[in-house]
């Protein structure tokens, strides 16, 4: 018993320690670093930050990796999104931030591969699902982009995107008064779209 109440004791020290870590040199650099970033000044964003850099720091690489997208500048915000992955193997903010470089410069491979670690961390993430669907609907594989809109569905029923893609995805499946449905479901959220009532008509 007593050894548990000291490893609870020395684990809350540890914590405590974390905290302090956190010095207000840091917290202004994050100020001014959001003020630069708010001015679209994303270079001097980034310098805000660069003296108080640690490979060790989980903020400060998340931070630099969007910043470094914002400017377009892919191949350092890869390298910063891949050190906040591996300080935070199962941080989904992380892995969302990381898509983006990757979509910008085209590799697909690699954002379905995250997308799918993503699902592995949380089953039912409704981004996650919904675009891993869309990528399954490109690829023409009908069934699992179904499948991953319905777990979208499932939570958010009324979701515009998901219904239209849904209908799009039966249509290309051949289940035609299953598309008309989810058309119609569509025009509930937005009756004056003149684009799923030329959908319906070529049905």
């Not at 720091?57 to 377009?72: A, D, F, M």
């Not at 954002?111 to 949380?122: A, M, N, P, W």
């Not at 669907?133 to 499932?154: I, S």
Request: charged share 20%; glycine share 2%.
């Amino acid at each position: 018993m007593k050894r548990i109440f000291l490893f609870w004791l020395l684990a809350g020290l540890s914590l405590h320690g974390a905290a302090q870590a956190v010095s207000e040199s840091l917290i202004q650099a994050f100020s001014d670093s959001y003020k630069k970033e708010a001015a679209k000044e994303y270079e001097a964003a980034i310098n805000a930050l660069k003296p108080s850099y640690s490979e060790q720091s989980y903020e400060i690489n998340l931070r630099l990796g969007w910043l470094c997208y914002s400017k377009k500048d892919y191949a350092s915000a890869t390298k910063y999104y891949e050190t906040a992955i591996r300080l935070q193997p199962r941080s989904i903010e992380a892995l969302l931030g990381y898509i983006n470089p990757l979509a910008a410069v085209e590799n697909w491979n690699k954002v379905f591969e995250t997308y799918q670690k993503i699902l592995s961390l949380d089953p039912n993430h409704a981004l996650a699902n919904y675009r891993i669907a869309l990528m399954y609907y490109y690829r023409k594989d009908f069934g699992n982009a179904q499948a991953h809109l319905q777990k979208v569905l499932d939570l958010y029923p009324f979701d515009y995107d998901s219904m239209l893609l849904m209908a799009q995805a039966k249509v290309a499946a051949g289940k035609i008064t299953d598309a008309k449905m989810w058309y119609e479901r569509v025009l509930l959220y937005n009756p004056s779209d003149s684009s799923v009532r030329n959908y319906l008509k070529k049905l």
